[in-house]
């Protein structure tokens, strides 16, 4: 994201963004990728109430809330980019928040990766991370990427 410091992201997170709503696609590429016709959007703070579920020392993955989100709605899979762009609303919104914090750094990309979109970068991610205990590693020659190690052991199941 672009000009945080200039966008209220707690009004993003509450705005009636039309959701939640299922859409039916047709697309074949879309269907074989994701496994289904029934595309569920969920509201920002659906994203939010999750990301506060995740207790200390515990992680989770945008793919494993996207998948909760769409079974708990009769989805076959939620809309991937809104997804993405919410998780990071809900962690911009708690940064700007005194009271009433979401765990964001507890929500990691595919794989366990650390979101280089959240409040501070990978730097301030990976060090509340190893805070709570995780080990991170850096992997990539060129462009490096940055892990929480055997992520599936620290998994919160939903």
């Known amino acids: 994201m672009a000009n ?3 966008k209220d ?10 959701m939640p709503k299922m859409q039916i ?15 569920y959007f969920a509201p920002p703070l659906d994203y939010n109430e ?26 076959d899979f939620t809309e991937p980019i809104t997804a993405g762009a919410f998780i990071s609303i809900a962690a911009w919104a708690s940064e700007q928040r005194d009271t009433d914090l979401t765990p964001y750094w507890r929500t990691l990309k595919a794989k366990g990766e650390i979101n280089p979109k959240f409040p501070g970068g990978v730097d301030a991610q990976i ?3 190893e805070a709570e205990g995780h080990t991170v590693v850096c992997r ?8 929480v190690e055997n992520f ?4 919160y199941e939903l």
């Open 4 to 6: 945080e410091d200039q």
């Open 50 to 75: 999750i990301m506060k579920r995740i207790p200390y020392g515990k992680i989770i993955t945008t793919s494993a809330i996207r998948d909760y989100l769409a079974k708990q709605n009769d989805g």
């Open 25 to 39: 696609v047709t697309d074949e590429a879309t269907i074989k990728r994701y496994g289904g016709t029934k595309m």
């Open 152 to 155: 599936e052991e620290a998994m």
């Open 140 to 147: 990539g020659r060129k462009i490096f990427r940055y892990y």
């Open 127 to 129: 060090e509340k991370l």
């Open 9 to 18: 992201f707690n009004a993003m997170m509450n705005e009636d963004k039309g």
